[in-house]
């Protein structure tokens, strides 16, 4: 499995065989500030998706214009809940309609949907996905909660930027209470309001390995 960091909550996963997006998001402002760390590339160098899945409907997250641009290149099938399709002008048969719970497979990868706890959303989710003995946990955007000290993956992927999600300290502990090899900070330091130390998170990580990316790193399992 291979992970490329785009930036802010985006990344490229390549596991399995597939090709997979996260969070697609490439404006050059957040919610009308300033984008402080630009991602590694623009939405038209992107030539080979199979799935791309949006955590949540809100704008860095869930970027009509980039999905849809995404879409219509490389025919790839968008997972998200509800409220995220609604927002993208694509043909229904590339929209993936998913709830709290969900379990299936596509294309030989499982997708497992997993509760997100961000009270700003309409219906916020993460995601598994998993092939063979490999996986990768999304948190999305989401503040910690007991429940997930039943999540396992061999790598998670958690918010540090600490407005309307977790900050360093609390990301820590969730993932010292996870079943995980490596934690992956993100959404942090993009815009203003959410600039983080991650060194701080690293320092207070314990049962898994800290793997600090800029955008354009990849990391391999």
């Known amino acids: ?26 404006g050059s402002e957040i919610n009308g500030r300033p984008r402080l760390v630009a991602p590694a590339i ?9 799935f791309i899945f949006i955590t949540h409907e809100h704008s860095p997250h869930c970027d009509p214009d980039a999905v849809k641009e ?3 290149r490389t025919y790839a099938q968008v997972i998200a809940p509800r409220p ?21 497979e596509l294309k030989g990868i499982a997708v497992e949907v997993i509760r997100a706890v961000h009270p700003q959303s309409e219906y916020p989710v993460g995601f598994k996905i998993s092939k063979g003995n490999e996986s990768v946990y999304h948190a999305g955007d989401t503040y910690e909660y007991r429940e997930m000290r039943e999540i396992s993956a061999d790598v998670a992927l958690v918010p540090i930027g600490g407005s309307y999600t977790m900050d360093p300290f609390a990301a820590a502990v969730a993932c010292n209470e996870m079943n995980i090899k490596y934690a992956v900070p993100m959404h942090y330091n993009t815009h203003e309001r959410i600039k983080q130390y ?16 800029q955008p354009g790193d990849e990391f391999e399992t």
């Open 1 to 26: 499995m291979r992970l490329t960091y785009i930036g802010h909550s985006c990344f490229r996963i390549d596991i399995g065989g597939v090709v997979a997006y996260t969070d697609p998001f490439f």
């Open 198 to 213: 991650p060194d701080e998170f690293a320092r207070d990580v314990k049962r898994a390995k800290v793997v600090l990316m």
């Open 84 to 104: 995220a399709l609604a927002k993208l002008n694509i043909n229904e048969k590339q929209k993936v309609d998913v709830k709290e719970g969900d379990r299936f």
């Open 42 to 50: 623009s939405s038209d160098e992107i030539k080979e998706c199979d």
């Open 70 to 72: 995404i879409v219509e």
